[in-house]
């Protein structure tokens, strides 16, 4: 991998006076190698092809980022699939996208180490090392018959700071603006003739780029999944598509009066192109390495883990709660609602190691993640649904994180949570407050009668969420980072504490950095009751005096509980008055059981439905 900074790009020379003409090849955000069902039928080895069939015109073959995850092999693979797809391709030059950092920074060091082109990361510095962020360059130029084409790569705020794997606090991030004015002038003082943006970020903000940059010549971008084309300021921005289903096919073409014409060609990944026999023999391996993975061990619980049906579709469960502990840190929100279809291993899973299959069984799909802005009654409608079908095993009832609530069985369906008993994080619900809501894009598309999620401003979309299997490898991987079981020695992982100001029971005394400890937003987060972030074990309540320190020891134990997130309660409930101090009769109740038999942890499920 080669290694620049603004003052020392990297030359990669190609003899001869500047041809009149060269052509570039530009793709972003692909995730699957396999084939589509459908055109166009796409795939990696087949992209090889298309991509190769314009080897006469010995083009530049340029990326936008985001390869490494999501997809159902990154997550048995932790994307090392995709080195030899980029190789054989024949990259030139890429800028790092978001989904890069899925699997966190050492691992994607790893990864762009293995590859034999150059990563850009222009415009963020990991304020650890003082190098740009995951050893990216910070511009790269190379001579191309003739052309000396300067490179910088830009990304956008937006997705920086929703990476759930790296320490915000910890890199310092440079508008890309800024950074595209100052480093294009140092591009053209080197000689550069024609310069070219990669970037990762949406539209609107490479629109911003293009306005107000005038030394760059061209956008390449990704982030969007769409094919697109416009013109600003006298200059293309182009997306190409998604998936290895499509790419961009530039010619750049001198003109008469100095200057540089662009023709752009849409190129289909169809079927007329047959997949390339040496990519897909290497591709071929991976299909055994996944199946060795499936028995990799991610950790060791200390409990029982609760994925009946019978229980998580009617109750909170142990492996409810940390799954919607892991979502709640992951994204950093105040709320987690998962609906419990969504863990399908029907079973009880005995303590000890958690293999990857394991977690495969528990989450088969690849369920994106998101965060919502929600209002206190839009989440209450959220609980109504959620337990409108109890009893039935139904996949809508609600696994939580972040909140507590109490419903009647016996009242009539949207009246059945007690409205007065209903908290986030320390504080009781406020039907007119705005709230983050982590949830998956299954049910913000009003799946399983979640149609009050349709309408729901969205805040942090897949494209800066991680899967949610994904989120759970980086939860146990954050883990081995804090023991120390890691080769890098780093606050750049996944939270395993959070905090907000809605969570009063955390003093934060640990001098050591934690992720997004001090981070501060319009609606900060919270996890009131979580295995994550304040769980109980055993016997051990949360005190005023709990430190980040204590909290994560104990997550680190890996020993999630029942906590009274759910409670079951008699129409007798609704009757006590105020209903404030019915509540604390119940949690009071709950605990009192939990104590008696804290050897089962799973056991302590029923406990919730006992009051």
Known sequence: MVKADAQNAPVEAQAGPRASRISLLHFNDVYNVEEQASEPLAGAARFKTALHSFREQDPLILFSGDIFAPSIMSSFTLGEQMVPVLNQLGVHVSVYGNHDFDFGLERLIDLASDTNFPWLMSNVVDNETGRPLADGCVTHTICWHGWTIGFVGLVEREWLDTLATINSEQVTFTDYVEAGKKLAAELRQQGCDYIIALTHMRTPNDVRLAENVDDIDLILGGHDHVYELQQVNGKWIVKSGTDFREFSHLVLELTDGGGVEVTIEKVEVTGRFAPDPDLKEALSKYESVVSGKMDEVLGSFSVDLDGKFSSIRTCETNLGNFICDVMLAACNADVAVLNSGTLRSDRLHPAGQFCMRDL????????????????????LQILENGVSQYPKLEGRFPQVAGIQFAFDPNAPPGSRVVRDMVKVGDEYLQLDQTYRLCTKAYMRQGRDGYS??????????????????????????AIKTRQGKTRRNSTHRQSLVLISRRHSLIRD????????????????????????????????KLSRQDSVHDLEDIACKLAPTVEGR??????????????????????????????????????????????
């Open 509 to 540: 005394d640990d001098p050591r950095p934690t992720h997004r400890s001090a981070m501060t937003r319009s609606q900060s987060t919270d996890s009131n009751a979580s295995s994550i972030s304040t769980i109980s074990s055993g016997r051990r």
């Open 360 to 379: 495969m069984t528990v989450l088969p799909m690849l369920d994106s993640l998101c965060v919502l802005q929600v209002t206190g009654a839009v989440l």
């Open 452 to 477: 009050m999620l349709v309408d729901c401003p969205v805040l942090q979309d897949d494209e800066q969420c991680p899967m949610l299997s994904t989120a759970v490898q980086n939860h146990f991987m």
């Open 566 to 611: 759910i409670i079951v309660a008699s129409a007798e409930c609704r009757s006590l008055n105020p209903p404030k101090v019915a509540y604390q009769r119940l949690l009071d109740k709950l605990t009192e059981e939990q104590d008696g038999d804290d050897e089962d942890a799973v056991d302590d499920s029923a406990a919730a439905q006992a009051v």
